[in-house]
């Protein structure tokens, strides 16, 4: 939802950076890769320590690369590839795996009562990805939905952040709020799937 309305103004804000880029010879596939590896990597650093304020403005530092490998695959020479749709995806996913991963790890330790909660908004999370990827695969397109990856990142950080500033019950808000519409999402997508093959 978010995603969709936000493309066309982004795209003209970010477009002489992406020339810059073209220009200097950096590949979509290359930001996708730095992108992925460092929220990754800042996710399952900080957040398994405690350090949840830190934590999200590093993995938001490289969550923002992803505004940058489509639109360099756009308009470079070689376009858009399989290969980089596909590299784009497994980072994308491998990058909201770490951020869950990160929590769970610390609420785990300190056997917090949060931990189903976190456990079911990954799993409700992965299913709305997955539901796209298995209609694309059967030529259904599967678009929409209450909650896009930009939107639950950005409740996901959201909480975690506030959480690292101290401000209680934010974690514990944004994770179900996150759980809740995830399965709300999950529930669309398959409707939309459904009325595609009626």
């Given at each position: 939802?978010?995603?969709r309305?936000?493309?066309?103004?982004?795209?003209?804000?970010?477009?002489p950076?992406?020339?810059?880029l073209?220009?200097?010879?950096?590949?979509?596939?290359?930001?996708?890769?730095?992108?992925?590896?460092g929220?990754?990597?800042?996710?399952?650093?900080?957040?398994p320590?405690?350090e949840f304020?830190a934590?999200?403005?590093?993995?938001?530092?490289?969550?923002?690369?992803?505004?940058?490998?489509?639109?360099?695959?756009?308009?470079s020479?070689?376009?858009?590839?399989?290969?980089?749709?596909?590299?784009?995806?497994?980072?994308?996913?491998?990058?909201?795996a770490?951020?869950?991963?990160g929590?769970?790890?610390?609420?785990i330790?300190?056997?917090?009562?949060?931990?189903?909660?976190?456990?079911?908004?990954t799993?409700?999370?992965?299913?709305?990805?997955?539901?796209?990827?298995?209609?694309?695969?059967?030529?259904?397109?599967?678009?929409?939905?209450?909650?896009?990856?930009?939107?639950?990142?950005?409740?996901?950080?959201?909480?975690?952040?506030?959480?690292g500033?101290g401000?209680?019950?934010?974690?514990?808000?944004?994770?179900?709020?996150?759980?809740?519409?995830?399965?709300?999402?999950?529930?669309?997508r398959m409707?939309i799937?459904y009325?595609?093959?009626?």
């Amino acid at each position: 939802m978010l995603q969709r309305s936000l493309r066309d103004p982004v795209a003209k804000i970010i477009a002489p950076l992406v020339k810059t880029l073209i220009k200097l010879g950096i590949s979509a596939n290359m930001i996708s890769t730095i992108g992925g590896l460092g929220s990754v990597i800042c996710a399952l650093y900080f957040f398994p320590k405690g350090e949840f304020f830190a934590g999200v403005l590093w993995v938001a530092v490289f969550v923002l690369f992803d505004l940058f490998d489509g639109a360099v695959a756009r308009a470079s020479n070689k376009g858009v590839s399989k290969w980089g749709a596909l590299l784009d995806s497994t980072f994308d996913r491998l990058s909201d795996a770490a951020i869950f991963i990160g929590a769970l790890l610390y609420f785990i330790d300190k056997s917090d009562r949060l931990v189903p909660a976190i456990i079911i908004a990954t799993c409700a999370s992965f299913m709305v990805s997955y539901i796209k990827a298995r209609a694309e695969s059967l030529g259904i397109e599967c678009n929409g939905g209450l909650a896009e990856r930009s939107e639950r990142l950005i409740i996901a950080l959201t909480a975690y952040g506030l959480h690292g500033l101290g401000l209680d019950y934010a974690m514990a808000s944004g994770i179900w709020i996150l759980a809740i519409i995830s399965i709300f999402t999950m529930a669309q997508r398959m409707m939309i799937v459904y009325k595609a093959v009626k």
